[in-house]
């Protein structure tokens, strides 16, 4: 079957730099996104990678190997409107998403 | 105002009620999804359109029907609800770019009793 592993929750401390792990078995692969989603809001694109390597958008990155089936989100200098849950997702070769069930991201008080 | 709309946000119903649920979009996008969301899983596709006259069945379409009335209308049908349709519900929207990213709406968290 098809599957999606990321963790379930992780806590950092402000100012931080975070790293958000996701681990893919699917049929196929057309890339990989990722997805932030604040608690009772809509999920909204954060990166695509298709390819091996790093993209890198402001304080997100977002790093891709596809010989692994593995991808991590880093988030640098972590602040408080960071903390959401963060969605892995892998286009199939039928061009269809398998969603990750998402990893919760807290700040540490 | 938001570029993917759904209505309604929020409803109550009891079991074996017809629900609708009604997603437009002004992004001029083909492609329209239905989502829903439990907690501890990840996101689920319901049902899928490329254009008005394309329906397709996602991974979870037993017990929901959808209309696609026009480019930009999507609605999402629940002709007898049961408890474990209880979710949050979404619809998205994509283009043509590269990315294929998905547009999401605000959600529909529905609760069947």
């Known amino acids: 079957g098809q599957n999606i592993d990321q963790p379930t929750e992780m806590t950092a401390t402000e100012g931080a730099i975070v790293q958000i792990n996701c681990t893919y078995q699917t049929s196929g692969f057309n890339g990989l996104f990722w997805y932030q989603q604040h608690a009772g809001e809509a999920p909204t694109f954060l990166s695509y990678n298709v390819l091996d390597g790093l993209e890198e958008k402001g304080r997100f990155s977002s790093f891709l190997s596809r010989s692994k089936g593995y991808s991590y989100l880093l988030l640098k200098e972590f602040q408080m409107k960071d903390s959401a849950s963060y969605l892995c997702?892998?286009?199939?070769?039928?061009?269809?998403?398998?969603w990750g069930a998402g990893t919760k991201l807290i700040i540490k008080p | 105002d938001a570029d993917v709309t759904q209505t309604p946000r929020n409803r109550i119903t009891k079991t074996g009620k017809r629900i609708m649920l009604e997603c437009s979009q002004t992004k001029g996008h083909d492609r329209m999804y239905w989502y829903r969301q439990d907690p501890g899983l990840g996101l689920r596709l319901i049902y899928y359109s490329f254009d008005v006259k394309d329906i397709n069945k996602g991974e979870i379409s037993d017990g929901y029907s959808v209309s696609r009335q026009a480019q930009a209308k999507f609605s999402l049908s629940l002709e007898s609800a049961i408890p474990n349709q209880t979710a949050l519900y979404f619809c998205?929207?994509?283009?043509?770019?590269?990315?294929?990213?998905?547009?999401f709406g605000e959600g529909s968290r529905l609760t069947v009793l």
């Open positions: 998205a929207t994509s283009g043509t770019s590269d990315t294929g990213e998905l547009f």
């Open positions: 997702a892998v286009m199939d070769s039928n061009y269809q998403l398998i």
